[in-house]
C-alpha cells in the first residue's frame, strides 16, 4: 500500500482533532472507529472481506503499513472468519496514540505537552497540516449538501464518522440537523463501512453477545446493508476534558 495516500484511520482521525482545543471529539468511540477503520482499509486493500456479520482475511500479504500489517496478522491468526463487531469491541490499548504518533512524525500533528489541574502531565496535538484536514472535510460536505453518491473512502469515512457521533461536533445545533441526518445515510453507500460502522454502534450499546439470525428462508446478509437508522449511543460524561490525552498512559 502507498503510503502518499491517507487511510481511513489517519483520516478518522484528523477528523476528530479539534483544531483550536487540540483534543479529540468522541474520544472513547473513537478507539472503537479507529479499530473499525482498519478493517475498512484492509477491505479496500483487498486484504480481507466481509463473510455475513463477519470478517474473513482473503489475502494475508503485507501492506506496508505497520500499523494496518499488525491488525490483518492477528486476524489472520484467528484462522476462522471473526464477528467485526468482536473485533472491534476487543481491546485496542494504545491505538490512539499510535496514530497520533504516526500523524506527527508525518508533520500533520504537533504534540503539545501541559499539565492538568497542575498535577496531571498531558498531551495534546495540534494541527499543522490544515489545508489537510479541510480537504477531508470538504469531501463529507460535498457529498452530504449535493447527494451524490461519494467514493468507497469518503463513504466508509462517513459512516464511521457517523457511528462514533462525530455528526454533533462537525454539524453542531439545531441548523446541523440536516447535514447529521445526510451524513448518517451515506452509510448505505458502502456495505464493507456500513457493516464496519453498525458493529461499532453495536459494541457501543452492548449488542455484542449474539450474532444476528439471518432472515427466515433467506441467506445472511451483511450488517452493513441494513436501513441506517441506528443513533450510536451517548458515552458517559467524562471526568476530564473531552480528548485530552495522557502523556504517560494513553488510554
Do not use: F
Not at 167 to 173: N, V
Amino acid at each position: 500500500m502507498g503510503r502518499s495516500r491517507r487511510t481511513i484511520p489517519e483520516e478518522l482521525l484528523l477528523l476528530a482533532l479539534d483544531p483550536a482545543t487540540g483534543t479529540t471529539a468522541q474520544p472513547q468511540s473513537l478507539d472503537l472507529g479507529l479499530a473499525g477503520a482498519q478493517l475498512v482499509e484492509l477491505a479496500l486493500a483487498g486484504r480481507i472481506a466481509p463473510d455475513g456479520d463477519r470478517i474473513a482475511v482473503v489475502l494475508p500479504r503485507p501492506t506496508g503499513d505497520p500499523t494496518l500489517d499488525h491488525a490483518l496478522e492477528l486476524l489472520r491468526r484467528r484462522g476462522s472468519p471473526v464477528r467485526a463487531v468482536n473485533w472491534i469491541g476487543g481491546p485496542r490499548l494504545g491505538l490512539r496514540q499510535t496514530y497520533l504518533s504516526h500523524l506527527e512524525r508525518c508533520g500533520m500533528v504537533s504534540a503539545v505537552t501541559g499539565q492538568m489541574c497542575g498535577v496531571l502531565p498531558t498531551t495534546r496535538y495540534q494541527a499543522t497540516e490544515t489545508a489537510i484536514s479541510r480537504e477531508i472535510r470538504a469531501r463529507l460536505d460535498s457529498a452530504i449538501r449535493t447527494g451524490v453518491p461519494p467514493d468507497p473512502r469518503t463513504a466508509a469515512l462517513a459512516a464511521l464518522a457517523h457511528a462514533i457521533g462525530l455528526g454533533k461536533h462537525l454539524y453542531p445545533g439545531n441548523e446541523g440537523r440536516s447535514s447529521r441526518s445526510r451524513l448518517r445515510d451515506l452509510i448505505r453507500h458502502d456495505p464493507m463501512g456500513g457493516l464496519v460502522a453498525h458493529a461499532v454502534m453495536d459494541v457501543q450499546n452492548g449488542v455484542a453477545a449474539q450474532p444476528r439470525r439471518a432472515p427466515a428462508g433467506g441467506s445472511r446478509k451483511p450488517a452493513g446493508l441494513r436501513s441506517a437508522v441506528a443513533e450510536p449511543a451517548g458515552m458517559p460524561a467524562q471526568s476530564r476534558r473531552p480528548g485530552m490525552i495522557r502523556a504517560t498512559a494513553v488510554r
